[in-house]
Each structure stands twice: as C-alpha cells, then as structure tokens.
C-alpha cells in the first residue's frame, strides 16, 4: 500500500469502492464491539470485504506499475521526434502560408477569369440569340424571295408564251409595215412629167421611113425629183425610176425608150394610133433619157401625128417618170 497510485478513469471508480467497503466494514466492526452486531456473520463478512479489498488494490497497484528505464527511454525518444516534427511543421507553416495566400491570389484571378467568361458567355448567348432571330428572318425573306421567283417564273413562262405569239404577230407586222413603207414610198416618190404639147394647127412633125426619130419633149409639166431637160433628152441622176410613155404617130408605128444604152420597146400600133412603153430602172450615174418612134411610111410634117381639127393645142408625146428609191 505504499506505492503511489497513478489511477485512471477506472482506477477512481476501484478506489471509491474499495473506499465505500472499507467504511461498511467499519461499521460492522463498531457494531461487533458494542455488542450489537452478530460476531459470526458480521466478522465473516468483514473478512471476505478485507479480503477483496486487499485483490483490488493488488490490482491496483499492478495496474499502476511505473515504466521501466527502457520503456522512460522509448518514450522519451518518441517525445523528441514528435517534438522534432512539431518544429518542421512550424517552420513549414509561414511557407503554407505563404503557398495558401497564392492560391488565394490565383482563385481571386480565376474567380475573375471565369467572372469575366461568363459576362462573355452572356454576351455570346445574347449574340446567339440575335444571330437566331437574324437567321429566322433571313429564313422567311429567303421563303419570300424563293415564291416571288416563283410566281416570277411563272409569269415569264406566260410572257414567253405571249412573246412568242407577239414575235410572230410583230414579224407579220413588220412585213405589213414594209409593205406598208413600199407603198408610201410610191405614194411619195418624186415624179416629173414632160410633154411634146404644140398650138393648135401645127402637126407633130416628120419622120423617115423605118428610121428612129426623136420625140421632142420640150414642155415641162411637173418635176420633183431633179432631172433636167435639154430638148429631146431628159437627164436623169442614180436611182431607181419606173417609167411611161405614150407617142401618136400615122400609119404602122411603135415607140421605145433610149436610157444610156438600155432599150425598151413599147406596142405596136395600126393605121392611126398610139405606141405606150413601161419599164423599170436602176440606173447608178447620170443618163440621158430619149424617146423614140418609128413609121413603116412616112407621111411628111405630119409622120408623128395630124394638128387637132379642133382648133387648140395637142399633145403628141408624154413621159412620165417616178423615182421609187
């Protein structure tokens, strides 16, 4: 009993106990010594108290054993390699410190990195969005531009099929129209008309037998197309000329043109009577213009034709020229 006790927790709750046994077998013994108590059993159950008392503090003195030297030794190393630690770890914290307010400063920058990637992200949706509704629009103005297209198509097919029928109708129509042109042209083209016009009495003139004559056509009548006259020629400028003439003459005669060197023979006519002559042109420099006759008999100052027996001029050769171009 005189080793010191190093109790824990438990080593109390045995002490207590053994306490609380030691103070009821007082009793028991107060009570055994005024002789209130049985001395049998109240001693009996003194002893086996004494008796379990003595196998608790045993106990407890075995459980309270100090250390031996070696196990002082151990623990003592250990306390200087924990205390070896604890001074790594406080040379370490200033650098984790240090290391954690990094860290901080990195997470406050990726807070404001990814602060900053959401506005954008934000801004994207929004330029999305936009881009949607863009696309939408250009979608159905597209729709649109596609039915206008269509229905444009449909119309040109239409219009191609009227322009057809139109390029066939202008076609008759420009034929029409020419045609149309050619006959202005004659109802506008330049005419001239000369006579061989004499008073009244005088005959037409004489002539040989079977021998040209020409036919004096010295009265102008009408000229619009600018040719001149020189006694029995008529000189005519380049252009394209439809030309008629008509000569009396006595007895079997027939008249012609002289153009240059180009001929044109008109009809035959009897005892008393008149030769016409028609014919066209091209003519592509100046050229002198003669109309001729000729008699199977001449007849004297009246071969070409008898004066009017009725007292007033005659006419007794006419040509009329027109300029169709």
């Not at 070409?304 to 171009?325: M, N, Q, R, W, Y």
Request: aromatic fraction near 2%; charge should be negative; glycine fraction near 8%.
């Amino acid at each position: 009993m005189a080793a010191r006790l190093h109790c824990d927790g438990q080593g109390l709750i045995e002490v207590k106990s053994i306490m609380t046994a030691v103070n009821v077998n007082s009793e028991l013994i107060e009570k055994i010594a005024h002789g209130t108590g049985s001395i049998g059993g109240d001693l009996s159950k003194v002893f086996a108290e004494v008796t379990a008392n003595e196998k608790r503090i045993s106990a407890l003195e075995n459980a309270a054993k100090p250390p031996s030297s070696a196990d002082l030794s151990l623990i003592e190393n250990k306390v200087d390699i924990n205390k070896k630690a604890i001074e790594d770890i406080n040379k370490e914290i200033p650098l984790i410190k240090h290391q954690v307010g990094l860290n901080m400063n990195k997470i406050d920058t990726v807070a404001l990195e990814m602060a900053t990637v959401k506005k954008n992200s934000d801004d994207s949706i929004l330029k999305v969005d936009a881009l949607e509704i863009k696309t939408s629009r250009m979608q159905n103005e597209l729709t649109h531009a596609i039915d206008v297209a269509n229905s444009a198509q449909t119309n040109a097919s239409s219009a191609l099929g009227a322009s057809s029928a139109n390029t066939a109708n202008i076609a008759t129509m420009s034929l029409d129209v020419a045609k149309n042109a050619r006959d202005i042209s004659k109802l506008k083209a330049g005419m001239a008309i000369y006579t061989d016009t004499r008073p009244a009495g005088q005959s037409g003139g004489t002539a040989s037998s079977k021998a040209w004559t020409n036919r004096p056509v010295g009265h102008e009548v009408f000229n619009d197309i600018g040719v001149s006259l020189n006694v029995a020629k008529i000189k005519l400028t380049p252009g394209q000329y439809i030309i008629e003439a008509i000569a009396t003459a006595e007895g079997e005669n027939q008249a012609r043109l002289l153009i240059g060197t180009t001929e044109m023979y008109g009809t035959v006519a009897g005892t008393t009577g008149c030769s016409e002559v028609n014919g066209f042109i091209n003519i592509t420099a100046d050229t002198d213009l003669t109309l001729q006759t000729i008699v199977t008999t001449a007849t004297g100052s009246d071969s070409l034709g008898k004066a009017s027996p009725f007292g007033h001029e005659k006419i007794f050769s006419t040509i009329k020229i027109k300029k169709v171009d």
